[in-house]
């Protein structure tokens, strides 16, 4: 394929990726759906009468929304009936949108834009699929020999998050202050925290019609409900976790905030991409099991940039890594009859890779704080200090074209307190 909008082939947004997301520019301040191509914007409500096929002619209003919630809950053979119009509408043999008098009214060029929250977050769930993060962090408060907690490979396990302080990148947060235990056996102490960290991860967005409540997700066709994905930032306050997380998890310590990329990748521009699912023992329970291939090969990177404009690539992992798959992640969810809705938030948990070069969090590069991460600028860090940008990164490789999230990214900001 080749759009007659112009790119380099180390690219992003090539015409087989055609990402959706929600922009404003200073001209329109109105939030309204884009699709990424190349360096420029497709601005669809500007385009909507463009999507004639038979099941989008009558639903053209869902791409004249601020959000993507209503196109989300067409289903998937809309999602692809609007793929396929738009690598045509974009296909350089089409003229439609290359008259300059059209041309200059319907694409946007994305250094002007101001990007949104893609979708209208009603709930948001963060899991805990990665096998190799879950052993280091076992490793690291209960010992190599029970690393694992008994139902790890048995289940998802997960936490339900906050979906109010779920912001887009280039959104700054300020350090949490909570409680903290400095001192075992000490008295607690209350104050900004002191161990902020990152944590690698990539969400997926609900899709379909919302579901009832009482029915559940079938997990041979859970991919089905899996509109796209998007990189994501777990901001964690480790010493906050560590004193609150006993019964009942992780609370405040995450409830601060949570960065996603501008851009929902959909599951059509990932297929190739899929790789052999990781192999599971023991084998789970029936209402988890299936055979098709739902694992994808997803280069992830991290870097940290320093106020004083320094980057440093601390970590590089991939998607390929998580033990438990989307398609089990959202039966498990439902299997209760838990309803879900168009635009849920589904993140997979920190991802680590095998090697300490591809560890997924500040708790694990540093290794509980014993081994300090150096920067190109000189410092090191333990945990992430007031300043610090995080950037995360996803791409795929294929034949001579590339697939990017865009940026995941956010910087720490002192707290708002000073106790």
């Keep these: 394929m080749k759009s007659f909008i112009e790119y380099s082939a180390d690219c ?16 329109n301040p109105d939030k309204r759906i884009g699709v990424a191509i ?19 002619a009558k639903k053209q209003d869902v791409f004249r929304r601020d959000c993507l919630n209503d196109f989300m809950s067409l289903g998937r053979p809309s999602w692809r009936e609007a793929r396929e119009t738009l690598q045509n509408l974009l296909a350089a043999e089409n003229k439609t949108l290359q008259q300059p008098e059209i041309k200059s009214k319907v694409f946007v060029p994305q250094a002007e834009a101001t990007m949104h929250l893609p979708a209208k977050i009603g709930d948001y769930t963060d899991f805990y699929s990665s096998i190799h993060h879950a052993t280091n962090v076992g490793m690291m408060f209960r010992g ?26 280039g959104t700054a947060l300020h350090r949490p202050r909570g409680q903290t235990l400095p001192v075992e056996g000490a008295a607690p102490h209350f104050g900004p925290s002191k161990s902020m960290d ?36 777990d901001w964690s306050a480790r010493d906050i976790q560590k004193w609150e997380y006993v019964p009942l998890g992780p609370f405040l310590a995450k409830n601060f905030g949570t960065t996603i990329s501008p851009w929902v990748v959909t599951v059509e521009a ?67 009859g838990c309803n879900v809705n ?4 589904m993140a997979s948990g920190t991802i680590s890779g095998e090697t300490p070069d591809s560890y997924g969090s500040m708790l694990e590069l540093c290794w509980k704080g014993t081994k300090p991460v150096s920067l190109n600028d000189g410092s090191q860090r333990k945990f992430l200090q007031d300043g610090d940008e995080v950037i995360i990164r996803g791409f795929c490789i294929g034949d001579k074209y590339k697939i990017s999230f865009g940026d995941c990214a956010g910087k720490l900001m002192p707290s708002k307190y000073k106790n």
């Design 12 to 27: 992003g947004f090539p015409i087989q990726n055609l990402p959706y997301g929600v922009f404003s520019t200073a001209k």
């Design 38 to 56: 190349g360096d420029q914007i497709l601005d669809l409500s500007a385009t909507a009468h463009l999507f004639t096929g038979p099941l989008l």
């Design 144 to 169: 190599k020999d029970n690393a694992l907690m008994p139902n790890w490979k048995h289940l998802p396990v997960g936490y339900h998050g906050r979906a109010s302080s779920v912001v887009v990148s």
């Design 198 to 233: 990152f944590e690698l991860e990539v969400a997926f967005f609900v899709g379909g019609p919302p579901t009832h409540l009482g029915d559940a997700i079938d997990v041979k066709n859970a991919h089905e409900y899996i509109f796209g994905f998007v990189t994501m930032n």
């Design 270 to 336: 990932l297929e190739p991409f899929k790789v052999p699912n990781m192999v599971q023992d023991p084998e789970p329970f029936d209402y988890l099991r299936h055979k098709n291939p739902f694992n994808f090969d997803i280069n992830l990177e991290v870097d940290i940039k320093t106020e004083n404009g320094t980057v440093t690539t601390i970590t590089r992992s991939n998607y390929k890594y998580l033990y438990w798959t989307a398609q089990q992640q959202l039966a498990h969810h439902t299997v209760t």
């Design 342 to 345: 168009p635009g849920d938030l």
